[in-house]
């Protein structure tokens, strides 16, 4: 199989290093096609505190031609670059921020959720300290509608980070469990893959997004799968990776998806 990573961060978001050492990094680690995914964030909401972690907006063009500059120089009968972006998804003015990146030769375009209103979901885990279950499980119930939203506009190419939500181990309580249910339905139902994201092994959370248990879920509803390191740094360009393929065969699936100009490819798992 080809081992591939889609999403990933150099210092055009917030990742640590700049895009020709994680391009590095990946081809030495190995990688047939790997892509950066930098942060590309235009709220609805103007508290949102997303300026200091996102792509300038200006520079979109210059990060863009930076990739295909690598891709020119580093591809090869063994390594692939893609081109990609993370996209925080809003409500109000998804459709225009789409629009905006149409006309950009993307492989593939990320939806993520970062911001249930302007509630920041993962960068501090003080923003959720001194919650009620309640209202833990309001922020919940507002990350997941959008995460329908997503599914439902057949905008994006897959989905970034399942159950972020969890990351400082604020968990949903039973009362949400129907939501989750209708929400990988939808996911389902418009077929938008999710990934097996390695990243949250290493936070507070200790487990992939998702975790075993919404990963045999999904599995059972047919949503396609990808594996992905979320790196921010060139040491973790494959993390854990031998295990991550373990869990998705766990969870039943046999099949990853790989990406080429926005179209989805499914390939065979194997242990390789
Ligand atoms: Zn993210
Ligand atoms: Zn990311």
Redesign the pocket.
Known sequence: MLITSY?N?SDYSDGQTSAEQMYLAAKAAGLHEFGL?D?WIKPDNPNCEYASWGMPWERLDEYVEECLKWKKELDDENFTIRLGL?VDHFSSNWQENISQLQDYPFDYIIA?VHFAGDFPIDHRAEDWQGLSQEQIDAVWSRYLAKIRDIAASQAYDFL?HLDLPKKFNFMYSEALNDEIEHTLQSLSHNQLPIELNTAGWEKDCRSPYPDLTLLKRSRRLGIPLLINA?AHQPAHVQHRFSEARALALQAGYTQLCRFKQRQCIMQEITHA
Do not use: I, Q
């Open positions: 999403h961060h995914s942060h993370e993520a970034a979320d």
